[in-house]
């Protein structure tokens, strides 16, 4: 619990600081470029995690609940899988690169998807040392070397924006992110360095495990960016700018909660053996209570919040902070049950609860869309959530992982926090599908 604490601070220190960084660097970028720009980026990046989310043969995961985890053959095995899918993304990408740009209306995509795919490629190589970190619970040093190479792609961005006034900045930036990352890990992670290997025991464990979170992160990819990839052909590319402003806001919550259950708790439950004991508890109460609280801020203050930071084109991404803040409240909740299935090496309820997630949040995104535009995408996202939710209970309980006082303590909680911020900001919600 010691490790996993020390873990858990060097994770919320390391994304928030990634975020600072990235939130500053957005402040700069969306004064230098133009909101079409953050559109034409947010369609790149769906295709990118995409792509990247239907190729995942579950290696970070194989590699933290394995008995062999720290075996060489073993990791080299996974590192030669992941440089072959590196090359095998890119490939796909340009393929994809004319269909996606036929199917946006956007030609630009022809020439930026396949270079921002380089990114993929560079992502293969990289160690499994960063794995081994991550099975171990040791976390300072990647976290250092982490926060590095996005200051060093950021920097690249603002540079690129000053000189280019173009969204290849974003693009370039991104790769060169990726090739920072490469060989700070490489040179300043601990251990030795990864060879080609293909060992048959090693190959037929990772395809057994990953095969079920290889399906799961196929739906994953439409739970994470199901929304833009939708929104993207009902809004132009201007108010998909402005969407994802408020997204990326909405978002730090739960993307800080989604890298501390990744990281933490597959080691937790590994070693604790269940979900009751009063530490775990005490964790899970902790780290449910911060999220929903920076979920609540950002409902509250969101309209306050966009004014102050950014100029009058991005006034609108307000409301959308507050309905995104309330529609994810629900996924907070639930957020430390699904990694005790991945725990105990039970990736098809894994899958399961994934896949449920997804369909339920597409279905209802694209219903909403179509019959009350944003506004309706946003509340049927959170309907969404509420019913996953129920799925994940019982993917909880087959664990025996499942805290129902916890679960409707967060539950009112989030309900009068929400009542509040819609109370507050009426007007600008109401408003929205007007101006969007």
Known sequence: MARALRSTSWIVLGYGGAQAIRLASNLI????????????????????VGLTLFSDVGIGPSIAQSKRGDDRDFLNTAWTIQAIRGGCLWLAACALSWPVAVFYGESSLLVYLPIAAL???IAGFNPTRIETAHRHLQMGRLTLLDLASQVIGIIVMIIGAVIYQSVAALVVGGVVGALAKLALTHAFLPGPGNQFRWERPAVQELVHFGKWIFLSTMFWFFASQGDKAILGKFLSLEGLGIYNIGYFLASFPLMLGQNVTARVMIPIYREAGGGDQPKLRRMRYGLSGGLLALLAVMAL?????????????YLQSGA???????????QVIGMTYDQAALAAGD???????????????????????????????LIGLGVAMLLSHLV????ARAHGVWDARH??????LGVGLGALAVWLHWDRVLGLSATV
């Open 29 to 48: 970028l969306t004064r230098l470029l133009f909101p079409e720009a953050f559109g034409l980026m947010a369609l790149i990046q769906v295709v990118i």
């Open 119 to 121: 990114s993929l490629v």
């Open 301 to 313: 203050a969101g309209p306050w919040l966009v004014s102050v930071l950014y100029d009058p084109r």
């Open 320 to 330: 959308i902070l507050v309905m995104l803040s309330l529609a994810l409240m629900p």
């Open 347 to 377: 990736s098809r309820r894994f899958f399961i609860s994934s896949a449920s997630r997804a369909s339920l949040q597409i279905g209802m995104l694209l219903a909403g869309v179509i019959y009350a535009g944003l506004p309706g995408a």
């Open 392 to 395: 994940l209970i019982w993917l």
């Open 407 to 412: 679960d409707l303590t967060f539950a009112l």
